[in-house]
């Protein structure tokens, strides 16, 4: 079957209507659970995908009904209701349920990074601000988190870009809030984000990366220093420039690097290295209990066993992830979003 869709990223422009906004389905909202709007931000997909019921992303219902067919399966239904519902603890966020106001934007020369604001008193050891840690749940359509990773096709200029990462195929409802609270976040009125296939990559660092953009760096560059009156009155918090300020994190040279030891931190960097082996958590036990205070729940998690693999295409998983906008300077491209790989929870492997 032919794409009905291609839009590469290069035709994209400021200004231009996005993707419509759709809500989180009410089954899968916690009772007279409310959410802020956040549907004036334009969501701009790029790449190419189908155009069927399905090119939006996965029905939360449909999934949750496939489950409940099979008695071996019909335990995760629960679990998906519990892992679109996870709570935010410290600098993890779930932002298809979350309020404005969790999260901050700091705005430099390479791009504009979401960190906790310091009023939650969640600074890293060296007094610098810990970095947003957001989360998405989905089925897994394909896994290069293992040995060589993904190497793209040549683009235009002949050149290729390797990295290690997960392409999930997300909910529809969940997924369009969780970019517009991004962007919202980011004080970006739109944010493009690679959609190919219709679904959602996380990346990790280049492996051999050639230019510097907000991701691909160990040493943040010299900042530039913001103008007062592009602080909006909305919600969102007020943009903070890291001019004689704070940085992101950027992973350095003599930077702890082991297995998992930013998801137990829960202090995570902008981006993880390609070489970094990513931290994937087995909780395909039905037996476990998500309903607990938020502070058990993600020590429980973070304490379950690894899974070594890749991961099977169809798991159920929740993935942990960072974000960065990198903006054209010069240009009426809107903002490139870029969603890093921190960790994954395997909710369920299906056969």
């Not at 932002?95 to 430099?108: C, E, F, M």
């Not at 896994?143 to 096709?153: E, P, R």
């Not at 990346?203 to 040493?219: G, H, Q, S, W, Y």
């Amino acid at each position: 079957m032919p794409y009905r869709y291609t839009v590469p990223y290069s035709l994209l422009e400021r200004g231009m209507r996005g993707m419509p906004h759709k809500q989180p389905e009410q089954w899968s909202l916690k009772l007279l659970q409310e959410i802020e709007d956040v549907s004036d931000i334009e969501i701009l997909p790029f790449g190419r995908w189908y155009d069927t019921a399905e090119s939006d992303g996965l029905s939360s219902i449909v999934l949750r009904d496939g489950l409940l067919e099979t008695p071996e399966t019909a335990w995760a239904a629960e679990r998906l209701h519990q892992a679109l519902n996870l709570p935010g603890f410290k600098s993890i966020v779930n932002p298809a349920r979350a309020p404005l106001g969790l999260v901050q934007a700091l705005k430099g020369a390479d791009g504009t990074y979401p960190i906790i604001p310091p009023r939650f008193g969640l600074h890293r050891k060296n007094g610098e601000p810990r970095m947003a840690c957001f989360l998405m749940t989905g089925t897994v359509a394909e896994s290069f988190i293992l040995g060589n990773g993904y190497t793209s096709q040549p683009n235009s200029s002949g050149k290729t870009r390797t990295d290690k990462r997960l392409n999930i195929q997300p909910i529809f409802g969940e997924y369009q809030r969780a970019m517009a609270y991004i962007g919202a976040s980011l004080h970006q009125p739109c944010v493009a984000y690679e959609f190919d296939n219709a679904c959602i990559s996380f990346i990790t660092r280049r492996k051999d990366p050639e230019r510097l953009t907000a991701f691909n760096k160990a040493v943040a560059p010299p900042a530039i220093p913001l103008n007062a009156s592009s602080t909006p009155s909305s919600l969102p918090l007020p943009l903070r420039s890291m001019t004689r300020g704070p940085q992101p994190f950027h992973l350095g040279a003599c930077d702890n690097d082991r297995l998992g030891v930013h998801a137990v931190n829960m202090d995570f960097p902008v981006a993880l290295r390609f070489e970094t082996t990513i931290p994937v958590f087995d909780a395909t036990n039905p037996l476990l209990c998500f309903n607990k205070d938020r502070e058990a729940l993600w020590e429980d998690l973070f304490r379950l066993p690894l899974y070594h693999g890749e991961i099977p295409a169809t798991a159920l998983v929740t993935v942990g992830y960072t974000a960065a906008v990198d903006e054209a300077e010069g240009t009426s491209s809107p903002p490139l979003l870029s969603l890093g790989l921190q960790f994954v929870v395997i909710h369920l492997l299906r056969t």
